[in-house]
Each structure stands twice: as structure tokens, then as C-alpha cells.
């Protein structure tokens, strides 16, 4: 007769203490026998989207909308504003970690905790006791951009495109959308998708995945990203299973509860 699980909750104290001890006892979640070597060759593409229209569209709101998107989405907009030092990127390189998915520099893995990301984002919808996950029961992507952009079901198809067999959302309907729409909230909501499509989850350059749409859909509720971003940055308990042996690594200073694999699948 197989074992009885049983549904409990633990307190977060106990959780901690009870993850330290484990990587303390266990280690790291790399197979028995694995030795982790820097690549040889390490691919870095400096691609990014382009913001600027991004850009002046917040430099044409006034204080009282700006103010409004801040207090609802917290400070993403400056993230248009941030970037990227390509001549660090390569210097990095050379100590990316691919067993361990992060930076390797002597003892120390470069890994931001989920206090440090969640103030990067600074989400005010964010309740951190709530973690975002992916229902298995999934509206269509349509539906949900309909319901965000509070618009003809028509205008939602004009905007999806084919792409490698994929469906993505085209960047400049929503845009201009969220430039013109008379309703504050949904110019809000646009802007925000159009941050999180391109800056924050950009799975390809010029377009924005429909997976996004989830997020912000569940967003809502209140759900906690951060950690689902973060869980991509540690190999995962299925992937010890299958190498055989092996234990979960757990970061115990910043996780208060459990880590979900990410929706995003690699955004």
C-alpha cells in the first residue's frame, strides 16, 4: 500500500529551518558524480527590443497618470530606462555556470533573491504570501487580450501574426491602443503588458508571446511572480530524478514558500 500524503501547513520559521539543515546535510541538487566545469563557448545574444516608443509615451503622460500606472504596477516603467552594458555581459561570460544556470565567481553564485527582484519590480498588486501559478483550465490568449483591451473581438485578431508556427501579438496595435484608449485603467493595463512583453519577458524580439497574457491575467489575483522567475534560475527536482540521485537545492534565505516551475517556459 502506497505512502498517505497529508495536507498541512507549516509555518515559514519552520520551513527555513528545516531547508537549511536540508542544505546543510544534502547539498546541491547536481547528480551524484557531476562535476561542474565553466563552457568553453558560451553564446550571448545582445539583442534587444527597441523602447523608445515605449519611452515617449511615458514621458507624454502627466503626473496623475504616471502616478496612477506606478501605484498599480510599481516602478516596471523605469526598467525602459535601464541599459544594457554589453562590455559587462562579456566580461561575465566567462564565469556563466550552465549546471547551475547562473554566474560562478570563486565560491559565490550570482543569484538575486526573490527580496531583490521583488524591489526591482516593486509590483503593489503583489501579495507575497500568494505565488503565481499556471491553471490547467486556460481561457483563450484572444479572450484575455479582449477582456485587457476592452475592445472588438476583430481588433484581437488584427493583431496576432504567424511566426515559426507560432502565434504572437504585434507590438504596434497595442501601442497605439494604449496611447488613444479613453479609459485610463486599460492604457494602464496595455503599457504594463507591453513592459512585461518586452522588456521583462521577451521570448521574440519585436513581438510579445501570448503567455504574457496569463501573467497578467492571474496578476490580478494578487499572485506573486517573482519566485516563478526565479525557479528558472535552479535545476529542478525532476531533472535530479532523472539523473538519478541527488537533492533539491534550496535557497532557505529567501524562500518563505514553495517554488512552482515556470509558465513561461524559459522567458
Not at 31 to 48: A, I, P, Q, Y
Not at 145 to 155: A, C, I, V
Not at 241 to 254: I, N
Amino acid at each position: 500500500m502506497g505512502d498517505i500524503v497529508r495536507s498541512n501547513d507549516e509555518k515559514n520559521s519552520n520551513v527555513q529551518v528545516w531547508s537549511e539543515g536540508e542544505q546543510q546535510h544534502e547539498g546541491d541538487s547536481i547528480f551524484t558524480g557531476f562535476m561542474s566545469e565553466m563552457e568553453n563557448e558560451t553564446f550571448l545574444n545582445t539583442k534587444f527590443n527597441d523602447v523608445s516608443e515605449l519611452k515617449h509615451v511615458w514621458n507624454g503622460w502627466d503626473f496623475e497618470a504616471s502616478n496612477a500606472f506606478r501605484s498599480e504596477y510599481g516602478d516596471i516603467a523605469y526598467l525602459l530606462y535601464v541599459p544594457v552594458d554589453q562590455s559587462l555581459l562579456q566580461a561575465l561570460l566567462g564565469f556563466w555556470n550552465s549546471a547551475y544556470s547562473c554566474f560562478t565567481i570563486g565560491d559565490f553564485d550570482l543569484t538575486p533573491t526573490i527580496k531583490e527582484y521583488q524591489d526591482l519590480v516593486n509590483c503593489k498588486k503583489v501579495k507575497e504570501n500568494r505565488i503565481y501559478s499556471k491553471t490547467s483550465k486556460n481561457k483563450p490568449f484572444r479572450v484575455k487580450l479582449q477582456k485587457l483591451s476592452d475592445t472588438l473581438m476583430s481588433w484581437v485578431d488584427h493583431q496576432v501574426i504567424t511566426w515559426n508556427n507560432k502565434e504572437y501579438l504585434k507590438v504596434d496595435g497595442i501601442l497605439a491602443l494604449a496611447s488613444v484608449h479613453p479609459t485610463g485603467m486599460v492604457q494602464r493595463n496595455l503599457f504594463a503588458l507591453l513592459i512585461y512583453g518586452l522588456v521583462l519577458f521577451p521570448k521574440a524580439l519585436g513581438f510579445i508571446h501570448p503567455v504574457v497574457l496569463d501573467l497578467f491575467d492571474r496578476l490580478a489575483e494578487g499572485g506573486n511572480l517573482v519566485p516563478m522567475i526565479l525557479s528558472k534560475n535552479f535545476p529542478s527536482l525532476r531533472f535530479c530524478r532523472k539523473h538519478g540521485g541527488g537533492s533539491f537545492l534550496r535557497v532557505p534565505s529567501t524562500f518563505d514558500s514553495l517554488v512552482l516551475q515556470s509558465p513561461l517556459g524559459g522567458c
